[in-house]
């Protein structure tokens, strides 16, 4: 589904990726970690299709397209959906409206028909129900005056609604009490199936207790370092990242 | 720019003309006003950046032409003037080329609750009313161009509400232009609502054609005690045209006036809108949104004028501005010594789409009394990227995200407006004017 080849990106004349390769087929859940600084927003948020970066080197292919090609509101209607770590407040742009215009957008790019407005809100309600969001939200202003949590959690029932095919959920679990991430872990375990793909860029271990990940790569400097199943996760947790700097070293001077 | 005093002489040459014109009008008492008004003008001088009041607008534009004061005919027909009207039950004036057109216009005259008539009739029939009010309140002896217009006052709207009545029914009324090149129009407007009476009133004024003209439009509103007025006022001129309009509130005790001043179109703009309170208890809002493109200049000039204690204002004023467009907003709160308690709140927002637009934003207050509650601010601003970012990320076209945001940003003043048709209107005309 998802194929990254060396990717390299700048930000500001600094090299933020060094050269990324990462592969991802439908129905898996990744997990990329790493410390602060390490990249891996920077990671989501190209592959959304954020200008603010430049792009040195690679290729990234989403379903054989070149995703890098594509504007960012063609990437979300070919199927990619990034959770914002900090999603963007819009004061005087109803939640509810901006979910039904992203929807029909979406829609008419694949040649399918706009939903009418009783259809939204039945199918609206339903997944309403995934993350716990109340009636309140809906109709406010995009994550205006929202709690941490709720924006978090909106972030979540945006992807209920749109259905993409792969998922980015970019740290959606930080700054969230136990509770909250359980709602959270608990709608995109809902939502996973077979044809979609989640990749979930993360600081701690404790969400994937609650998603488990088919894979776990390390990302630091810019690079992936180390790739492994869920146990990787566990092990970082328990040595810390700063295993994971010494081991960098290893490799060097080895 | 051309002669200025030669273009005075040129406008009191046609002020005999106009007499001329007036069908016998310049013998109805009501014409000295007319003739004090060109009197005043002759000694006044049109305004230039070095007055404070226009240092952004240079109105040498205007006066650049030699506006023939007349009423060219025209052909226009009822589904014509439909596409600018908001709903077919209102009460409606049409107004075309400056001329009541009682065909285009619905019947209503007068009921035993109101008058709602066009001026040049209410001067003949309701000649006291009109002696009361109408040249009280709009200053023709401070400014030339409301000199200009009240000398060549001929037509306009007049409503009148009864004591105690409320007319629930808004009244519309149509200023459209689609005359020979070069006219002027002076549309002339009062609104009168007595002790506790209420009315809503839309002025929109618009040109379905692209030549240059000039309406230079003065509107008197009064609101006795605990009167309640809505009046909305959408600029929608053809874009090489002028506007220059002066509306005056005067407000008694425990009367509330809204204003909302939306304007989309005109080469040069020039609004002021000042309302007084001359008794206590009063509320006022004044509402604004001006969108301009190309080489625009629309100057928003308005005064709330707190001369007793305990009223309350508020004032919201957004621009967005895009190309080369250039926007005025100038907003004077004025508190006087016995205003206590007064509450004023002034706000002005601008979004600049483009690096060659350009706002002047100069909020004023001037307080004189020790007990009073006054916030004011002015705020310019972009598109935030990553609202639009984020828009984009949800499958969102990224002119439609634009359009999207620009619309949030306008949204609060639609929303402030109550009548639901001008509000719904207002909508689809940004969606249109924005996408």
Known sequence: ?254 | MKNVSELKKWYISNFKTFEASLNGGSKHPFHELRKTAIEEFESLNFPTIKDEEWKYTNVSPVLNYNFKVETPSSKISKDDVKKFLFDDEFTTLVFINGKFSAELSGTNKKTKDAIITNLSDAIKEHPELIEKHLGKYADYKENAFTALSTAFTNDGTFIYVEKGKIIENPVQILYLTDGASESAFAPRNLFVAEDNAQFKVVEIYAGLNSNVYFNNSITEIVAGESAVIEHVKIQDEALDSFHISNTQIVQERNSNVSSYNVNFGGKLVRNNINSRFNGTGGECTLNGLYLTKGEQLVDNHTMIDHAQPHCLSHELYKGILTEKSHGVFNGKIYVRPDAQKTNAFQENKNLLLSNDALINAKPQLEIFADDVKCTHGATVGRLDENALFYLRSRGIGEKEARATLIYAFASDVVHSIKITQVRDRLEEMLADKLL
């Open chain 1, 1 to 254: 589904m998802l194929e990254i080849k060396n990717l390299k990106v700048k930000v500001e004349g600094n090299e933020i990726l060094k050269g990324i390769n990462l592969k991802v087929n439908k129905g898996e859940v990744h997990a990329i970690m790493g410390p602060n600084g390490s990249g891996k927003s920077t990671l989501a948020q190209v592959i959304a299709g954020k200008e603010d970066y430049e792009i040195t080197g690679g290729e990234v292919l989403f379903e054989g397209k070149d995703l890098l090609e594509l504007a960012p509101e063609d990437r979300a209607r070919e199927g990619v959906f990034l959770a914002f770590q900090y999603p963007v407040e819009i004061p005087g742009v109803s939640n509810v409206n901006l979910l039904k215009n992203a929807l029909n957008s979406i829609r008419k790019y694949r040649g399918e028909e706009e939903v009418d407005a009783m259809e939204f809100l039945t199918m609206v309600k339903k997944k309403m129900g995934l993350v716990e969001m109340s009636q309140e939200l809906l109709n406010r202003s995009v994550n205006e005056g929202f709690s941490g949590g709720e924006k978090k959690r909106n972030e979540i029932f945006q992807m209920a609604v749109l259905e993409p095919k792969l998922a980015l959920l970019d740290e959606t679990d930080s700054g969230l009490d136990i509770d909250a991430l359980r709602i959270v872990a608990n709608g995109v375990n809902k939502l996973k199936s077979e044809d979609n793909a989640v990749i979930l860029v993360t600081h701690y271990q404790r969400l994937l207790d609650y998603i488990v990940p088919d894979y776990v790569h390390v990302l630091y400097k810019g690079r992936i370092i180390k790739s492994g199943d869920k146990t990787l996760a566990l092990e970082l947790e328990e040595k810390g990242y700063d295993w994971v700097k010494e081991h960098v070293n290893e490799l060097a001077v080895g």
